[in-house]
């Protein structure tokens, strides 16, 4: 944690609550709608609610890490910190300058040039052209749009409008920075110029807060996690403590239904890890990234000439890939107490989506099945190549 940590904290959440108002849907009409206005008010409305119960404090200078599945309400908590919603109930409070970078291109005018936009931003943040002027030449490097930057920003690629937002919202020197997904968009030598202005931050005693996908990195660069779900706290404390709940309450939801464990418990498989092709452990993986998979077993007696198996299901069960041991021809003459095997799939060719791992221990003849965990592990596979079905085969067209 930065050296510039007080216990005077920087950000104080107490119960805080955001609803929105859904109208019904259906086809009114307008006679129909001014009598709900004048007799009903409110008739055809509901609310839901974003986030309900909140509080916490994030101290001057911690990176509070903030993760969820899609819909926890990690983006609207952002909004209110930044200002651009505020809470039902609850209230808020901050210390210091914000700058944040919550959407794609957000504050943009997409007829303006970048550089204009630049001015603009810098004059919405209270900051003065003479100040903008001493940071211009800073945040046009740092986004590489040299080239561009007087051009209207309507006709930026999305990479180049989130590095010129990142840029401005760095190079503006914020007390409190919020950062919503900027790690997943741009380049590998984008991302690692954001990592590296984050470091410089967390250095110089800002206060971050990060929502991001990116589980490894999130948990490498926060001093604490934010575990959100259904707009409630589940958690907040060390990153890799929350991080695993986050995991294990993802995997419970993507199995359940479908998950099966059986056997006759002669020998068991007490745990499945899956390791990226650095050694990380993570459910998150690229096509063509490799997959090992550890296999922890312990017996009850000693079990001649085992099985294991493995399959790969969609997240609906319908099978990609199965195969074991002896259809591979990796003999095993005996397991006897605790042991380890390990299962190495390369070069996933797979399209993007959740994927459900089965593995099974049995006899080599079938007939005795020790232990079976169906659609028991699931992993999450990325992948922005475009192609019909769920595999890639490469292909190649020339004319004849």
């Not at 914020?174 to 590998?188: K, M, N, Q, W, Y």
């Not at 990226?276 to 459910?283: L, Q, Y």
């Not at 007696?301 to 199965?322: C, H, M, N, W, Y």
Request: proline letters at 2%; one cysteine or more.
């Amino acid at each position: 944690m930065s050296d510039a940590l007080t216990n005077e904290p920087a950000i104080v959440v107490d119960k805080v609550g955001k609803a929105f108002r859904l109208h019904a849907s259906g086809t009114r009409t307008v006679k129909s709608a001014m009598l709900d206005l004048l007799h009903r008010r409110g008739a055809g409305k509901k609310s839901f609610w974003a986030l309900q119960d909140l509080s916490f404090s994030v101290g001057k200078g911690e990176t509070l890490g903030i993760v969820g599945a899609n819909g926890a309400g990690k983006s609207t908590l952002l909004s209110l910190l930044a200002g651009t919603k505020v809470p039902t109930c609850g209230s808020l409070h901050t210390r210091g300058v914000i700058s944040s970078l919550l959407e794609l291109g957000a504050g943009f005018h997409p007829d303006l040039t970048g550089r204009e936009n630049v001015f603009l931003a810098g004059a919405i943040m209270g900051l003065s052209r003479k100040q903008m002027r001493e940071r211009f030449d800073a945040i046009v490097e740092f986004a590489n749009l040299a080239d561009f930057i007087d051009q209207p920003v309507k006709h930026y690629s999305s990479g180049m409008y989130v590095r010129l937002g990142f840029a401005v919202s760095v190079e503006v020197d914020p007390d409190i920075l919020l950062i919503d997904e900027v790690l997943a968009v741009g380049d590998e030598n984008f991302q690692k110029k954001c990592l590296k202005k984050i470091a410089e931050f967390r250095r110089s005693g800002k206060t971050m807060l990060i929502i991001s996908h990116d589980l490894g990195t999130i948990q490498s660069i926060s001093d604490r996690i934010l575990f959100l779900d259904q707009g409630k706290m589940i958690g907040i404390g060390d990153p890799h403590e929350t991080i695993g709940g986050y995991r294990s309450l993802s995997r419970s939801r993507q199995t359940r239904g479908h998950e099966r464990e059986w056997g006759t418990g002669e020998a068991r498989i007490k745990e499945v890890l899956f390791e990226n092709a650095a050694g990380d452990t993570t459910d998150t993986f690229s096509y063509g990234d490799s997959v090992r998979c550890r296999i922890r077993y312990q017996t009850t007696k000693r079990i001649e000439a085992p099985i294991f198996g493995f399959s790969l299901s969609q997240a609906d069960t319908r099978l990609v890939f199965g195969s074991n041991t002896q259809v591979e021809g990796f003999e095993i003459d005996a397991i006897e107490g605790e042991g380890e095997l390990i299962l190495d799939l390369r070069e996933l060719p797979v399209a993007a989506g959740n994927y459900l791992f089965s593995f099974s221990l049995h006899s080599a003849d079938h007939r005795d099945n020790y232990h079976r965990l169906d659609y028991a592990y699931s992993i999450t596979v990325l992948n922005e190549d475009r192609f019909e079905g769920v595999c890639r085969i490469p292909c190649f067209w020339n004319r004849g």
